[in-house]
């Protein structure tokens, strides 16, 4: 593969795995930030702490749990070989793993502040006039917050661009396989290309910071509305 084709593999690889992981952040991390936003129940703390843990700790100890787990000798890796013969470590798929796994807080928390933000005495009056809750989730909550947790979503993506020390642990740097722009960037700048380095960092920073400006813009309409 020659460098051009890296570079433009890792593009892709890296829009494909974000994506990805940023669909399953939506549908999961939605769900979770509605839970924890609209419920009180014994061992809350102790999710928020499991859910936040990846936002403080060094992806790289992050990835180290998650090889922990889904290595062939994991609890989960263990048992997919058996089941499957096939084992996640060193693929695109550990890539969007560990990508879901870090930007997932993200997610929750942004999206866990709006939802928690909507007025209860709405919650209150639908359930007055006969809504269920997963009525007043989706006619009330859901539409009320949904500049929070669209900027939620729109900062787990960014954050899965740039995701790089878990990806390497668990997914390794193959190219024409599991390399990223952040993993490429690693190796163009360990071999001395600074030329192809200094593309990616351009087309990370960009982006990077188009995706928190348009955060922002949510969050701050979101807090006027």
């Given at each position: ?16 795995v974000?994506a990805?992981s940023?669909?399953?952040?939506a549908?999961i991390?939605?769900?979770v930030a509605?839970?924890?936003?609209t ?54 798929q550990?890539?969007?793993l ?12 942004t ?12 919650r209150?009056?639908?359930?007055m ?6 009525q ?22 960014a954050?899965?661009m740039g ?16 390399s ?16 192809k380095?200094?593309?990616?960092v ?8 188009l ?11 979101g807090?006027r509305?």
């Open positions: 593969m020659s460098v051009d084709q890296q570079i433009w593999f890792s593009i892709k690889l890296s829009l494909w974000s990805l940023t669909m399953l952040v549908v991390g939605g769900g509605y839970v924890l936003a419920r009180q129940f014994k061992g809350k703390i102790i999710l928020e702490v499991l859910i936040t843990v990846p936002l403080i700790m060094p992806p790289t100890v992050t990835g180290y749990y998650l090889i922990m787990i889904f290595g062939r000798n994991g609890i989960v890796g263990q048992l997919l070989h058996e089941i499957a013969g096939w084992s996640i470590i060193f693929t695109w550990a890539a969007v560990a990508s879901f796994i870090i930007s997932l807080p993200l997610m929750v928390r999206a866990q502040a709006a939802i928690a933000s909507v007025d209860t005495t709405m209150d009056t639908a359930t006039l006969g809504y269920s809750e997963w007043t989730a989706l006619k009330i909550l859901i539409p009320l917050s949904r500049k929070g947790i669209l900027a939620g979503i729109i900062l787990a993506f954050r899965a995701e790089f020390g878990a990806t390497l642990m668990v997914a390794g740097n193959i190219p024409g396989r599991t990223t722009m952040p993993l490429a960037i690693y190796s163009f700048a360990a071999s001395g290309d600074w030329k380095a200094h593309l990616l351009l087309i990370l920073t960009l982006t990077s910071g995706f928190i400006l348009l955060a922002r813009q949510f969050e701050l309409k807090s509305s």
